[in-house]
């Protein structure tokens, strides 16, 4: 017996069950057209009919908060004391396993397999093997039974009314709800993947079946409890609307150039963007990922937080705001927080929709699509998001052997699931293109023969180091041009920044990785802006650099590295071909690159002595060959000379395949397919989407620790503000000079010293791998 007039789902706003499952159902048919071809992957694959998988889909939804209807979920809900435990999701597959326990979806030989429980019991949760291990004494106290017949009713009533194929009327049992709900999780459903039955059959059929029914679950669910009725899956941004809002986005634009033109023409295909940096392939993926596109997210994925993060405000421009574009990485709700106009209340539906690619668009880091399979965090969302998408890959060249294989492996999972790829990269080897055309052999190459012909940068290479070239950057400082130096180490960088005493500090700026989130947001923006600075200016750069910013200097001085590196370091001076109108005397932008230190030669490009030879020898002969003039198409020929099997070494392409390997033996023996991995097992099996020298830890120096009182900001859980002052450190180094680690952290308090200028101040030993 129950003493409440209204059984609600909800109390803020106040929803009944029944409506909310109503609410659900009414939106289901929606979210079934949305992964249409999803499921009828899913059907012709696992020869599954399309008809079952969607009946056993409407009643996964009609029963995922049944249990709801018990006296502590009801107190719970209304803020009422009560006594015992309350799972209402573990609960609700009690009332659905005596419909589906004789007829499974699918057998592992003789082991059935029921994944609309298991998505039923995780609706709030992670499936893991250990799941609700604590509530193996779970006793409800359920409502009264005239209740349950009505529901019963309201259920029979949708199915009717939808005309689910195969319906047959279900009637409640109250003796179902005897069963204890843990047991069927626990043994009859989690204990089944450790069974022969199961093991022997080597098959991604769990993974992707599970997947099915817990994302259809979760977005029903979802968008019903959002109240968001008017929920787009996907953009509805077509071309001609790509078009107007470019006329707006730069006042310059007329028309697409010939490449993007056939970029968006080649919407069917699978597309290869090989176009120099700053000449449009951005636009080029977009007009290529919203042609005729037929429920397809759209995913950009880039390589670190920095271009994510301004990719993310670009496509806002393109795809009408954060409503319909998500950002996914580790700092994102940090960002979304301080440059958003979103009220406080809502904060937190963006939150969850961007971690789980939700949005019609999503920009994330790679690192995000490589943990899904993983199974990490929100991976079963993020995973069905990926199918039948539009996934864009820029940066390609950028990543290491390992993280390259993981990708190529990522690649191969999706593409039979009519998911489409534009991978977009300036100078990427043909040796590296022969690996992805194994798991991507249709493409169609986009390229632009008139650019081969362009020319932006005269270039003179020097034999000194480049601190011995000083007296340029004060030379052309002095004339008022914008200077780019960048440096191979944070070492070099700060030792080039202190020595340009005669240049004063609102005029120069140093740039690398060990700045807090709050100043190297002030120098990213500075570095964006440096066109409206007034006379000139030297920006000392790390790495960093080369694919964060849209940033465009006069003058770069460089130290020498791998041939795709110094082209990404190239396109950031004279990015657009335009300084003969900032700077009459000039046609071409002057480029001096020196050779790299034995420092950065020895940490930073280790693996790659033949490639830092072969670059600076072989840029040194075409600069006597042509007095440093150099096109577009030199630099092409140049990344395919100097990356040849040779000077990658048997080593890198190892990297490669041992990477695709470790991912799919991580799916099949650590994870089973379904379980979310748990941090154990991620340290255990050293999973990661990189492969790192040395361990990076979080850290805030004590300068910052003093200021903020940082044990006070963790007890309130306001870790926003803690990213702000947050550095990445090589473990060593935080070991080194702990004073101690934040509460219920693991963030070191370092005792080392910090300026706005330098960035973080370690000792000389401390800085000379870094």
Same mark, same amino acid.
């Given at each position: 017996?129950?003493?409440?007039?209204?059984?609600?789902?909800?109390?803020?706003?106040?929803?009944?069950?029944?409506?909310?499952?109503?609410?659900?159902?009414?939106?289901?048919?929606?979210?079934?057209?949305?992964?249409?071809?999803?499921?009828?992957?899913?059907?012709?694959?696992?020869?599954?009919?399309?008809?079952?998988?969607?009946?056993?889909?409407?009643?996964?939804?009609?029963?995922?908060?049944?249990?709801?209807?018990?006296?502590?979920?009801?107190?719970?809900?209304?803020?009422?004391?009560?006594?015992?435990?309350?799972?209402?999701?573990? %609960? /609700? +597959?009690?009332?659905?396993?005596?419909?589906?326990?004789?007829?499974? $979806? =699918? @057998?592992?030989?003789?082991?059935?397999? &029921?994944?609309?429980?298991?998505?039923?019991?995780?609706?709030?949760?992670?499936?893991?093997?250990?799941?609700?291990?604590?509530?193996?004494?779970?006793?409800?106290?359920?409502?009264?039974?005239?209740?349950?017949?009505?529901?019963?009713?309201?259920?029979?009533?949708?199915?009717?009314?939808?005309?689910?194929?195969?319906?047959?009327?279900?009637?409640?049992?109250? %003796? /179902? +709800?005897?069963?204890?709900?843990?047991?069927?999780?626990?043994?009859? $459903? =989690? @204990?089944?993947?450790?069974?022969?039955? &199961?093991?022997?059959?080597?098959?991604?059929?769990?993974?992707?079946?599970?997947?099915?029914?817990?994302?259809?679950?979760?977005?029903?669910?979802?968008?019903?409890?959002?109240?968001?009725?008017?929920?787009?899956?996907?953009?509805?941004?077509?071309?001609?609307?790509?078009?107007?809002?470019?006329?707006?986005?730069?006042?310059?634009?007329?028309?697409?150039?010939?490449?993007?033109?056939?970029?968006?023409?080649?919407?069917?295909?699978?597309?290869?963007?090989?176009?120099?940096?700053?000449?449009?392939?951005?636009?080029?993926?977009?007009?290529?990922?919203?042609?005729?596109?037929?429920?397809?997210?759209?995913?950009?994925?880039?390589?670190?937080?920095?271009?994510?993060?301004?990719?993310?405000?670009?496509?806002?421009?393109?795809?009408?705001?954060?409503?319909?574009?998500?950002?996914?990485?580790?700092?994102?709700?940090?960002?979304?927080?301080?440059?958003?106009?979103?009220?406080?209340?809502?904060?937190?539906?963006?939150?969850?929709?961007?971690?789980?690619?939700?949005?019609?668009?999503?920009?994330?880091?790679?690192?995000?699509?490589?943990?899904?399979?993983?199974?990490?965090?929100?991976?079963?969302?993020?995973?069905?998001?990926?199918?039948?998408?539009?996934?864009?890959?820029?940066?390609?060249?950028?990543?290491?052997?390992?993280?390259?294989?993981?990708?190529?492996?990522?690649?191969?999972?999706?593409?039979?699931?009519?998911?489409?790829?534009?991978?977009?990269?300036?100078?990427?080897?043909?040796?590296?293109?022969?690996?992805?055309?194994?798991?991507?052999?249709?493409?169609?190459?986009?390229?632009?023969?008139?650019?081969?012909?362009?020319?932006?940068?005269?270039?003179?290479?020097?034999?000194?180091?480049?601190?011995?070239?000083?007296?340029?950057?004060?030379?052309?400082?002095?004339?008022?041009?914008?200077?780019?130096?960048?440096?191979?180490?944070?070492?070099?960088?700060?030792?080039?920044?202190?020595?340009?005493?005669?240049?004063?500090?609102?005029?120069?700026?140093?740039?690398?990785?060990?700045?807090?989130?709050?100043?190297?947001?002030?120098?990213?923006?500075?570095?964006?802006?440096?066109?409206?600075?007034?006379?000139?200016?030297?920006?000392?750069?790390?790495?960093?650099?080369?694919?964060?910013?849209?940033?465009?200097?006069?003058?770069?001085?460089?130290?020498?590295?791998?041939?795709?590196?110094?082209?990404?370091?190239?396109?950031?001076?004279?990015?657009?071909?335009?300084?003969?109108?900032?700077?009459?005397?000039?046609?071409?932008?002057?480029?001096?690159?020196?050779?790299?230190?034995?420092?950065?030669?020895?940490?930073?490009?280790?693996?790659?002595?033949?490639?830092?030879?072969?670059?600076?020898?072989?840029?040194?002969?075409?600069?006597?060959?042509?007095?440093?003039?150099?096109?577009?198409?030199?630099?092409?020929?140049?990344?395919?000379?100097?990356?040849?099997?040779?000077?990658?070494?048997?080593?890198?392409?190892?990297?490669?395949?041992?990477?695709?390997?470790?991912?799919?033996?991580?799916?099949?023996?650590?994870?089973?397919?379904?379980?979310?991995?748990?941090?154990?097992?991620?340290?255990?099996?050293?999973?990661?989407?990189?492969?790192?020298?040395?361990?990076?830890?979080?850290?805030?120096?004590?300068?910052?620790?003093?200021?903020?009182?940082?044990?006070?900001?963790?007890?309130?859980?306001?870790?926003?503000?803690?990213?702000?002052?947050?550095?990445?450190?090589?473990?060593?180094?935080?070991?080194?000079?702990?004073?101690?680690?934040?509460?219920?952290?693991?963030?070191?308090?370092?005792?080392?010293?910090?300026?706005?200028?330098?960035?973080?101040?370690?000792?000389?030993?401390?800085?000379?791998?870094?």
């Amino acid at each position: 017996m129950t003493q409440y007039t209204d059984i609600l789902a909800k109390s803020k706003p106040r929803v009944t069950l029944i409506q909310h499952i109503r609410d659900c159902l009414n939106v289901f048919f929606d979210v079934i057209s949305w992964n249409e071809a999803f499921i009828e992957l899913i059907s012709d694959r696992y020869k599954i009919d399309k008809d079952f998988l969607i009946k056993r889909l409407f009643l996964t939804v009609a029963f995922h908060d049944i249990a709801k209807a018990t006296t502590n979920f009801q107190a719970k809900i209304r803020g009422v004391d009560y006594t015992g435990l309350e799972s209402h999701a573990l %609960s /609700s +597959i009690t009332f659905l396993y005596p419909i589906v326990k004789n007829e499974p $979806i =699918i @057998k592992f030989k003789n082991v059935p397999y &029921y994944p609309e429980l298991m998505s039923i019991a995780t609706h709030h949760s992670k499936l893991e093997k250990h799941s609700f291990s604590s509530y193996n004494k779970l006793n409800n106290n359920y409502l009264d039974d005239s209740f349950f017949h009505l529901y019963y009713e309201s259920v029979n009533e949708q199915a009717l009314y939808n005309k689910i194929e195969g319906w047959v009327e279900i009637y409640f049992d109250k %003796s /179902s +709800i005897d069963d204890n709900a843990y047991k069927i999780l626990a043994f009859d $459903i =989690i @204990k089944s993947f450790d069974k022969d039955g &199961y093991i022997r059959e080597k098959s991604e059929k769990a993974r992707d079946v599970f997947m099915l029914f817990k994302s259809v679950l979760h977005y029903c669910d979802w968008i019903a409890s959002s109240g968001n009725l008017n929920y787009k899956y996907v953009s509805g941004v077509d071309n001609r609307a790509i078009t107007q809002k470019m006329s707006v986005i730069n006042s310059r634009f007329k028309e697409w150039s010939l490449f993007q033109l056939k970029a968006a023409n080649a919407w069917n295909q699978n597309i290869f963007v090989q176009i120099s940096t700053g000449q449009g392939k951005t636009e080029a993926a977009v007009l290529w990922s919203t042609n005729n596109n037929q429920n397809q997210k759209i995913l950009f994925l880039l390589p670190t937080m920095v271009t994510t993060n301004k990719m993310w405000k670009r496509m806002c421009r393109f795809f009408d705001g954060n409503d319909n574009v998500g950002l996914s990485h580790s700092s994102a709700q940090y960002l979304l927080k301080k440059n958003s106009e979103i009220e406080a209340e809502d904060l937190r539906q963006h939150y969850l929709y961007n971690r789980t690619f939700f949005k019609p668009v999503t920009v994330a880091t790679v690192d995000q699509i490589i943990y899904s399979f993983f199974n990490w965090g929100y991976w079963v969302l993020t995973s069905a998001a990926s199918c039948n998408a539009r996934i864009i890959i820029d940066e390609i060249h950028i990543y290491d052997a390992y993280t390259f294989g993981l990708i190529l492996q990522i690649i191969e999972f999706l593409r039979p699931y009519n998911t489409k790829f534009a991978i977009m990269s300036a100078s990427l080897p043909n040796i590296l293109k022969v690996e992805l055309e194994k798991v991507l052999p249709e493409y169609a190459l986009i390229q632009e023969p008139s650019h081969d012909e362009k020319q932006r940068h005269l270039i003179e290479v020097r034999e000194s180091l480049i601190e011995d070239n000083l007296s340029e950057v004060i030379t052309h400082f002095n004339h008022d041009r914008k200077v780019l130096i960048v440096c191979n180490t944070i070492a070099k960088a700060k030792e080039i920044f202190n020595s340009l005493t005669s240049i004063c500090y609102d005029k120069k700026m140093l740039y690398h990785s060990q700045f807090i989130l709050l100043d190297k947001n002030k120098k990213e923006q500075t570095l964006e802006e440096i066109s409206e600075i007034s006379g000139g200016f030297v920006a000392i750069c790390t790495q960093i650099v080369e694919v964060s910013l849209d940033i465009d200097f006069d003058v770069l001085i460089t130290e020498n590295a791998p041939i795709d590196a110094i082209i990404q370091r190239l396109g950031r001076v004279n990015r657009k071909g335009l300084i003969n109108k900032r700077i009459p005397d000039y046609d071409f932008a002057p480029v001096i690159i020196t050779r790299e230190s034995e420092k950065s030669r020895k940490y930073v490009y280790k693996n790659l002595d033949t490639v830092l030879s072969e670059t600076f020898n072989q840029l040194s002969s075409r600069v006597k060959e042509n007095a440093g003039n150099f096109n577009e198409k030199d630099f092409k020929d140049l990344v395919n000379i100097i990356y040849t099997k040779e000077s990658l070494g048997k080593s890198y392409f190892n990297e490669i395949d041992e990477a695709r390997s470790f991912i799919k033996k991580v799916i099949s023996d650590v994870l089973k397919n379904v379980f979310t991995l748990n941090i154990d097992d991620a340290q255990l099996n050293k999973i990661s989407s990189r492969k790192q020298d040395y361990i990076t830890v979080e850290a805030v120096t004590v300068k910052h620790f003093q200021q903020m009182n940082f044990d006070e900001i963790v007890a309130v859980k306001d870790y926003d503000i803690l990213k702000e002052y947050i550095l990445k450190v090589p473990l060593h180094i935080a070991k080194k000079n702990k004073i101690r680690v934040i509460n219920d952290t693991n963030i070191y308090i370092l005792d080392l010293g910090y300026n706005e200028s330098e960035g973080l101040l370690l000792s000389t030993d401390d800085s000379n791998i870094i």
